[in-house]
């Protein structure tokens, strides 16, 4: 054995096993849901200002809307495979908070196949906080669905013969860079 080859290999097994610097995404919420009776969790992720989820304020209307899209994994930012999207609307009235137009997507094969709960009622959806916090929004709650299968997400076109129960909760401080004012 020569020693070059073992100081090659040295070398190779010492960055092979080094620790390795990358840039983390900030993991500011969790949606958390049973999928097919499995358990999962996805991540509510942000680099800087960049992240799929977002908060919208329309004072207009005294209505707040906020898309909640789950990662996979929290170093990922914007894939849609194995993806969860929640979208709602809360409006204010007095001292109430009622919540609006929720659907829920499960992005199976990104906006190609997967699980769409979009219509009026479909979704049952609790609101628990809702309150401003250190410059950002908390949003905690649950939601219960049954979503119909679809082979085309972006059309909105649903088979209402294949179903799958999705059943979760979600909990997220959105930073006020997340946050845009209409």
């Known amino acids: 054995m020569s020693h070059l080859w073992f100081r090659q290999t040295a070398l190779?097994?010492?960055?092979?096993?080094?620790?390795?610097?990358?840039?983390?995404?900030?993991?500011?919420?969790?949606?958390?849901?049973?999928?097919?009776?499995?358990?999962?969790?996805?991540?509510?992720?942000?680099d800087g200002e960049q992240s799929q989820s977002h908060g919208l304020t329309i004072a207009v209307a005294n209505m707040q809307s906020f898309s909640l899209w789950g990662q996979p994994t929290a170093n990922t930012v914007a894939e849609t495979k194995d993806s969860l999207l929640l979208k709602f609307d809360i409006m204010a009235v007095?001292?109430?908070?009622?919540?609006?137009n929720v659907s829920l997507t499960y992005l199976a094969d990104g906006w190609a196949s997967g699980w769409l709960a979009n219509e009026e009622g479909q979704t049952t959806f609790a609101l628990s906080t809702f309150e401003e916090v250190n410059g950002g929004v908390l949003v905690e709650g649950s939601f219960a669905t049954t979503a119909y299968y679809s082979d085309n997400l972006v059309s909105s076109e649903?088979?209402?013969?294949?179903?799958?129960?999705?059943?979760?909760?979600?909990?997220?401080?959105?930073?006020?860079?997340?946050?845009q004012d209409q």
């Not at 080094?18 to 992720?45: H, M, N, Y």
């Not at 007095?94 to 609006?100: H, I, Q, V």
């Open 12 to 46: 190779a097994a010492a960055l092979f096993l080094a620790p390795t610097l990358c840039a983390a995404q900030d993991v500011f919420g969790t949606l958390t849901a049973k999928i097919e009776g499995t358990e999962r969790s996805w991540f509510l992720t942000a």
């Open 94 to 100: 007095g001292s109430t908070t009622m919540p609006l």
């Open 158 to 179: 649903v088979d209402p013969s294949q179903t799958m129960q999705i059943d979760g909760s979600f909990s997220a401080t959105l930073p006020e860079a997340l946050l």
